[in-house]
C-alpha cells in the first residue's frame, strides 16, 4: 500500500529541478503520479502528486526539505484523494481582455459565490495582436455541484465580462481520449 503526498516546489529557474526532484522521490520507492510545473519570471513553480510506501514517507519528507540547500522550498502535505467529479459537472471559462487589476478576482468572486469549484487555471498576459498593448488571457476548468444552476453563474459572468470590457465563453468540457 502507498501513501499519496502533494508537494509544491519553488525556487530560482535552472536546468535540472526537475530531475532533482524526481530523484529523490524515486529514492525512497515513490511513484510521480501528476504534476503542474512552469517557468514564472525567473523562478519555478510546480505542484505534483505522488505515492509512497508509509515507512518512507518521513526519509522522503526530510529529504525533500534537505533541497532548500539547493535553493528549493519543498513543502509536502498528506493527500486525502477525493473521488473524481461526474464529467457532467466540467466546463471550461475562457476569457481575453485588455490587461487590468482585479480581473482574476472578480471572476473567482463569482465562481465562489455559485459553489463552481477551480480545478485548473491558467492565465498570461501577452500583446495584443495588432495595437501591442496588454492583454489579459485565462482559461480555467470548474466543476459544479450536480444540484447547480448555471444560469445565474452566465449571468453574472456576462455582466462582469461588460464591467471589465473582456470577452467571456462557458462551454461543457468534452472527455479527451485517453
Do not use: Y
Not at 502535505?77 to 481575453?96: C, F, Q
Not at 459565490?113 to 498570461?124: A, K, M, P, S, Y
Amino acid at each position: 500500500m502507498q501513501v499519496p503526498v502533494v508537494m509544491t516546489v519553488i525556487g530560482a529557474d535552472r536546468p535540472g529541478i526537475v530531475e532533482a526532484v524526481a530523484r529523490v522521490v524515486a529514492e525512497h520507492g515513490g511513484n510521480w503520479l501528476e504534476s503542474r510545473m512552469c517557468r514564472l519570471g525567473g523562478q519555478f513553480a510546480g505542484i505534483l502528486r505522488a505515492q509512497v510506501p508509509p515507512d518512507r514517507r518521513p526519509a522522503l519528507c526530510d529529504a525533500l526539505k534537505a533541497m532548500a540547500a539547493s535553493g528549493l522550498t519543498i513543502v509536502v502535505e498528506e493527500d486525502e484523494a477525493a473521488p473524481p467529479a461526474p464529467p457532467s459537472g466540467l466546463a471550461v471559462i475562457e476569457l481575453v481582455g485588455q490587461d487590468r487589476p482585479g480581473i482574476v478576482r472578480e471572476i473567482s468572486a463569482a465562481l465562489a459565490r455559485q459553489r463552481i469549484n477551480v480545478e485548473e487555471l491558467t492565465t498570461e498576459v501577452v500583446s495584443a495582436p495588432m495595437s501591442g498593448e496588454p492583454l489579459f488571457k485565462a482559461r480555467a476548468t470548474v466543476t459544479a455541484p450536480a444540484d447547480a444552476d448555471l444560469a445565474p453563474l452566465r449571468r453574472e459572468l456576462e455582466k462582469i465580462a461588460a464591467d471589465l470590457q473582456v470577452d467571456i465563453a462557458i462551454h461543457p468540457k468534452t472527455a479527451t481520449p485517453g
